[in-house]
């Protein structure tokens, strides 16, 4: 592209300049030159900021070039060599708005493509590109990613590795009572972290201290550390909180510190951080529920670490007893990455079809400069006859087109400004860094130079065609056919435009259809009149029989409501995001020594819950009240462990389970089969599960499900005060329809489509805009043939139809174009997509069908004047 | 010292100084202009640089190096002798009348 701008500069210059160009450009390339050099996209961008860069040197080699020669003593002392000047800007204006509905309407165009641009790369820029606000954010890396660790190992890891300054780890999901005196109780989330997480961070606390080495010794004293959300929604920020003591999980814990607002790790719904105490005697010792993360040592790369983690992986597998597969996908990997990976694809398919909608204003806009230049032709030749230069004429309409995009992208970002709020309220709560996401100046500087550049490069092509006046064409006074170059200059662009509004709309399509597959997606149970709530059980309760009977007390009394039909408790709801797994084997399957064992999903539930979520039994029967503490142990498992397992479900009934969770090993038989539950999210294949009586368990805070007779929000308030009658502590949480859930596990495939789609809306509006432009203008200029025609015997039919047959033509030469692209690109969205596949057949042949009846309908109204076209009328000017 | 205004600029001034310190790329002369406050676009510094070559104040030429694997050619200049005495008469002036201006003072 550099070398094509050369070219080109080259031949703009007139003879005799080349003495100021060539230095000139040789200057510009030794400064490139000095600088690193940038690689992929940065390399590519900086292709085109050269490209521009030269082009405009050559114009400005022009300008200073045309100048009367002075003499060498007359040159002007130190006046402003400044390529833009606002008499230029002021001249474009004037210019511009002579015909406001052209001004108005790319404007309008640039404003629609640069907004939504502003919005995306603000969401964009905020969750994934802005650096981590912790200290030297570049040596933090996730250790490990995706894998839960345990204690034990993170001792082994400190004293045997040396990548690591510090080696730290947070174990999310705690769900807690909060009680304070003088306020509501609560249920909070809070994370369970070393004592070194805050330091390995390098983060202060904004209020008091955060957690310190010597907080997780065994037996320090209770601290925990709050969010500023916290800190506000339940303490109205009362500085007075700090070094107080509250109740957290039935145990004192003093409040030492307030985080920043902005602060969060890995997942925004943590309300707290306490610390778990790092002992080796503990029985939690060993279990595996913690995230890792490290501070490299300074000049130590990710890759060497990984190296030190995999060479130590066999000697840690013989000293800790780990199981022959243990540690094969140690890894590090960068603490930005790995937060912002599973957003990933979803973020570049939006800055994708942004920019799509971006290229395609701005070929929009070139069409429209093309279009209007047949009306300027007049103009722009009798300034050329006058003695304007070309390279003038060619530096005044960029600067006009880049008047139109500056003018359009202020607009755009105004727009972007005042829609990002909207969009932010739909994101999932589940995504990091919302709070980072704001129309900033980087963001605001981006949008507005690549809309100018972009708008004012796609525009380049058509100017120079502008440019090149031709004073015979206008002595015709237009009553010529127009050159063809102009002719097949249009039928490209519109070619493109349509091609960009199928690749986008084809991308749309695939998201509408995933949604629509994940709303129809069997989960397995009947989310429908049920309502949930969670009982945070608070250490008063630890004790089982004490624990059990309340909750049998809660459960009995809501049964008794009117509108309840069955009531039910299980540890965590389906797609509450919480799954626990065991390892569990058929007692006379044992696993070969040094294999892993195989593992399950297991749930313990209590009274009717399978009823509750209507969850068919396959085989055999549902646990009942005989399934007591001091009863034989049993068990149900689902029919895809019973397939696994044992190939069927009748089987299964009556074997014996060897189960070894964190509490120890137990067996259990299976006396039932029940059908599968999607637990983990609707897009994820049910895997082997297993469920124990909570009878036969242990107490821990349950989630209680009810099914009503009546609309579900209904029974919220009497539940609520039911609850609280029994014990005013234990806070009543989540208490929400079964379907709300559901509903928000939709919520990010939801908001894509949403988006692709407005944008695939967007696209195909400017392409139909485009089209009726360039037909009704095509239209305009062959009146006088079509009146020739129509004198000749041509029906109003035929002329209709040879203007949409030309339509036709652009929309198949733009789906042409379209299919091969969005064949390359939709492969991107696979990881995105559910039920249907990246090169749906449908999808692919439906969306150009409907590209293609848009485009006839908007060739419509030029296609009806071409007939009703007055022969007499037309042919008058000759 | 003769009364009549020298035949360069002030800036050319500047410029034919600097170059009394031995021979500069065409990049770095611009680069000090830019540090006493003159700041040109590219091709209005090489027009200014191409007249005082034409004037014979100046010469000028291509060097030629590897930067980073890319050939790049730079333009370098050098003062010729009439650059010399334009500029010492510059000078001369200049130093009469600020002499004559501050003594009088």
């Known amino acids: 592209m550099r070398n094509l ?4 500069a080259r031949r703009l210059t007139p003879s005799g300049a080349e003495a100021i160009l060539e230095p000139a ?127 034990e190992e993170i001792g082994y890891w400190r004293d045997h590795t040396a990548s690591f300054a510090e080696i730290a780890a947070a174990s999310p ?17 809070g994370e369970r972290t070393s004592g070194n997480f805050f330091t390995a961070l390098g983060v202060r606390a904004a209020r008091g201290r955060t957690l310190l080495p010597g907080d997780a010794r065994p037996g320090a004293p209770r601290v925990a550390v709050l969010t500023d959300a916290l800190f506000t929604r339940h303490f109205n920020r009362d500085e007075t909180v700090i070094g107080r003591t509250v109740v957290l999980d039935g145990e004192p814990h003093e409040i030492v510190g307030v985080m920043p607002p902005l602060f969060e790790f890995l997942r925004p719904d943590t309300d707290l951080w306490a610390p778990l105490p790092f002992d080796p005697a503990a029985p939690n010792h060993r279990a595996t529920f913690s995230e890792a993360f490290a501070r490299l040592k300074s000049g130590v790369t990710s890759d060497a670490a990984t190296r030190e983690l995999r060479d130590l992986a066999a000697r840690m597998r013989s000293d800790l007893g780990k199981p022959q597969e243990w540690g094969q996908t140690l890894a590090v990997q960068s603490l930005k990455d790995s937060m912002t990976a599973e957003l990933r694809t979803t973020l570049l398919i939006l800055v994708g079809a942004v920019g799509f909608v971006l290229v395609l204003a701005a070929v929009n806009l070139a069409t429209l400069a093309l279009n209007r230049s047949m009306e300027r032709a007049p103009e722009i030749a009798i300034r050329a006859a006058i003695g304007a230069s070309r390279t003038g004429l060619v530096r005044q309409l960029l600067i006009e087109h880049a008047t139109l995009a500056a003018c359009g992208s202020a607009l755009g970002l105004l727009l972007a400004w005042a829609a990002l709020p909207i969009i932010v309220a739909r994101i999932p709560p589940e995504i990091p860094r919302q709070g980072e996401i704001a129309l900033d100046v980087t963001v605001f500087l981006t949008v507005l130079a690549v809309t100018i550049v972009l708008a004012s490069a796609i525009a380049f092509g058509p100017i120079l065609v502008m440019a090149r006046p031709r004073m015979q064409f206008v002595l015709r006074q237009g009553q010529s056919t127009e050159p063809r170059g102009r002719v097949r200059a249009l ?119 399978f009823h509750a979520m209507t969850i068919p039994l396959k085989a055999g029967r549902f646990f009942t009240a005989a399934d007591s503490t001091n009863a034989p142990p049993v068990v149900i498992v689902n029919e895809a462990f019973a397939r696994r397992e044992y190939g069927s479900a009748q089987a299964a009934l009556g074997r014996r389970l060897r189960m070894s969770t964190g509490r120890g090993t137990a067996d259990g038989e299976i006396v039932g089969v029940t059908g599968d539950v999607r637990y983990l999210s609707l897009d994820v294949e049910p895997g082997a599960e ?46 929400q329809p079964l379907e709300t859930l559901l509903a928000d596990t939709l919520a990010r495939p939801r908001l894509l489509s949403l988006l692709l789609t407005v944008f695939a809306g967007a696209g195909l509006l400017i392409t139909m805009v485009g089209v009726y432009g360039v037909v009704a203008y095509r239209v305009r200029q062959r009146e006088r043939e079509f009146g020739i025609r129509m004198a000749l015997g041509a029906t109003p039919g035929r002329l209709s139809g040879l203007v949409l047959r030309h339509s036709a033509m652009f929309a198949i030469a733009g789906i042409g174009l379209a299919l091969p692209a969005a064949w390359f690109l939709t492969r991107g969205m696979e990881s995105v997509l559910f039920g249907i596949a990246a090169r749906d057949p449908i999808s692919f042949s439906v969306l150009p069908a409907v590209v293609m009846l848009v485009t006839l309908a908007a060739a419509w109204l030029p296609a009806r004047r071409a007939s009703r076209i007055d022969p007499v009328v037309s042919m008058r000017g000759e | 010292m003769s009364d009549r205004l020298p035949e360069i600029t002030h800036l050319q001034f500047a410029v034919l100084s600097h170059l009394q310190l031995g021979h500069v790329r065409g990049r770095d002369l611009r680069r000090e202009l830019a540090r006493r406050g003159v700041r040109r676009t590219l091709a209005a510094f090489y027009q200014m640089m191409g007249r005082l070559e034409e004037a014979g104040l100046v010469e000028g030429w291509y060097d030629q190096k590897v930067i980073d694997g890319q050939l790049i050619k730079e333009r370098c200049y050098r003062i010729t002798p009439a650059g010399k005495k334009a500029c010492a008469r510059a000078y001369a002036f200049y130093s009469a009348l600020g002499a004559r201006a501050f003594n009088r003072a």
């Open chain 1, 25 to 151: 450009i040789a200057d510009y390339l030794s400064g490139r030159a000095e600088r690193p050099r940038a690689t992929g996209m940065a390399r590519a961008a900086g292709g085109i900021a050269d490209a521009v860069a030269i082009l405009w040197i050559a114009l400005d080699t022009q300008r200073v070039f045309r100048r009367s020669r002075y003499r060498v003593s007359d040159e002007p002392p130190g006046r402003s060599g400044a390529v833009l000047r606002m008499d230029d800007v002021r001249q474009a204006f004037r210019i511009l708005f002579r015909r406001p509905a052209f001004a108005a309407t790319a404007i309008l165009l640039i404003a629609v493509a640069s907004g939504a641009n502003g919005a995306v790369l603000s969401v964009v820029r905020g969750v994934m590109l802005k650096p981590l606000p912790y200290s030297d954010p570049d040596r933090l890396v996730a250790f490990w990613p995706g894998q839960f660790v345990s204690n």
């Open chain 1, 690 to 735: 297993f469920y124990a009586p909570l009878a036969q368990t242990f107490m821990f805070p349950m989630a209680i499900v009810v099914r009503t007779s009546v609309p579900p929000e209904q029974l919220a308030p009497v539940i609520r005060r039911t609850a609280y009658a029994i014990d005013r502590t234990v806070p009543v949480a989540e208490l």
């Open chain 1, 491 to 609: 039928g490209v662009l519109i070619a493109a435009q349509i091609a960009v509004a199928v690749v986008l709309g084809i991308g749309a399509a695939l998201m509408v259809r995933t949604v629509w597959n994940l709303q129809h997606v069997d989960p397995g149970f009947r989310a429908d009149r049920v309502l949930t709530f969670r009982l945070q059980t608070t250490s008063a309760y630890r004790d089982f029989s004490k624990g059990l009977t309340y909750l049998e007390e809660v459960v009995e009394r809501v049964r008794a409501l009117p509108g309840v039909q069955t009531v039910g408790a299980i540890q965590h709801v389906p797609l509450s995001g919480y799954n626990w797994t065991a390892t569990v084997h058929p007692v006379e399957k044992p696993p070969a020594p040094g294999a892993a064992v195989p593992r399950a999903t297991w749930r313990f539930i209590g009274w009717d819950y």
């Open chain 1, 173 to 189: 999901g705690w769900m807690m009572s909060l009680v304070a005196s003088g306020y509501e109780p609560l249920k909070v989330t």
């Open chain 1, 5 to 8: 701008a050369i070219r080109l």
